[in-house]
């Protein structure tokens, strides 16, 4: 047998991992046809195959399940390594790669991630925002340290992770003073039939909302579904409907915004969670983050 290719092997993992060529072609930034055929050319090389083609999806055979367990071992001992070097004591900054789904309050992500930047050692935050089943993936090849989400780690999602609990809070609901002036009093009835902004379908934080506006018979009506958490505060600022924010950023929401809370609910709470492929935290940045979250979470 020829030697292994560790290109040709990363190739391979990354699709495991990703679930298919089209995905690891976007990790990877080559095209699903370089992919697919630096896969056959592994395979060549190795003398099996490693798929089972079953219509457009691969699907793993015992031979690519073998792969897979000894490429998870090598490309995350290259990771220990990477690490390693990157925390070397050599007066260059630490870095600290985070994952921000887009259903996070931009406010909430800061509230969680500043701790980490006082840290004595200098620290470099890298932070990417996207989907969380797109963050899960590059969490997976360890292009990220941590994932902040709203809720835990999909169970269908095949990505060897452990949730963190970082707390949670209660929900308050704004508007802009034209909004709040006629809707703030009665709160919460006069909410019924009110100009609703809701959190996209994506949202932890959705299903609870709705499930309580049935609870108190209030009926908003829902002018705008949005899965980023920064255009849907947009369109609040902007007065185009009520929206609701965890109640722990409540007061900077009020100041940056020049919005008005009309009340909150202790009956709604919105959860945070750290994703990362430790069963226990050690990066310095997430224990500090991990350490402040529970005090600062709750509200």
């Known amino acids: 047998m020829n030697a292994i290719n560790y290109k040709h092997l990363h190739y391979f993992w990354v699709v495991a991992k990703s679930g298919g060529i089209g995905r690891a072609s976007e990790r990877l930034h080559l095209t699903p046809q370089t992919i697919s055929g630096q896969i056959s050319l592994f395979e060549d090389m190795l003398g099996y195959p490693l798929f089972n083609r079953v219509g457009r999806r691969l699907e793993l055979n015992d031979a690519g399940r073998v792969v897979l367990s000894y490429a998870d071992e090598i490309f995350t001992i290259g990771e220990e390594l990477q690490e390693v070097l990157?925390?070397?004591?050599d007066g260059l900054p630490m870095q600290f790669r985070v994952g921000v789904a887009d259903a996070v309050p931009k406010a909430i992500a800061y509230l969680l991630l500043e701790p980490s930047m006082e840290l004595p050692d200098s620290l470099r935050i890298v932070c990417r925002e996207g989907k969380l089943t797109d963050l899960l993936a590059d969490l997976a090849i360890h292009r990220l340290d941590i994932v902040i989400a709203d809720s835990p780690m999909p169970a269908n999602i095949d990505v060897r992770g452990y949730n963190h609990l970082l707390g949670e809070c209660s929900v308050s609901f704004f508007a802009a003073e034209p909004?709040?002036?006629?809707?703030?009093?009665d709160f919460p009835a006069s909410m019924d039939g009110a100009?609703?902004?809701?959190?996209?379908?994506?949202?932890?934080v959705r299903p609870r909302l709705l499930r309580w506006f049935e609870k108190e018979r209030v009926h908003?009506?829902?002018?705008?579904?949005?899965?980023?958490?920064?255009?849907?505060?947009?369109?609040g600022e902007a007065g185009k409907g009520i929206f609701a924010a965890p109640s722990a950023v409540a007061d900077q929401i009020?100041?940056?915004?020049g919005v008005t809370e009309l009340g909150r609910t202790n009956l709604v709470t919105e959860q945070f969670y750290a994703i990362s492929v430790e069963r226990q935290l050690t990066h310095p940045a997430v224990v500090a983050i991990s350490s402040a979250a529970r005090e600062s979470l709750i509200r």
């Open 86 to 89: 990157r925390s070397r004591p």
């Open 195 to 204: 100009p609703f902004l809701m959190a996209g379908e994506e949202a932890a």
């Open 179 to 185: 909004l709040a002036r006629k809707y703030k009093k």
């Open 254 to 257: 009020c100041k940056q915004s």
């Open 220 to 235: 908003p009506r829902i002018v705008g579904e949005f899965d980023d958490g920064a255009l849907l505060q947009a369109f």
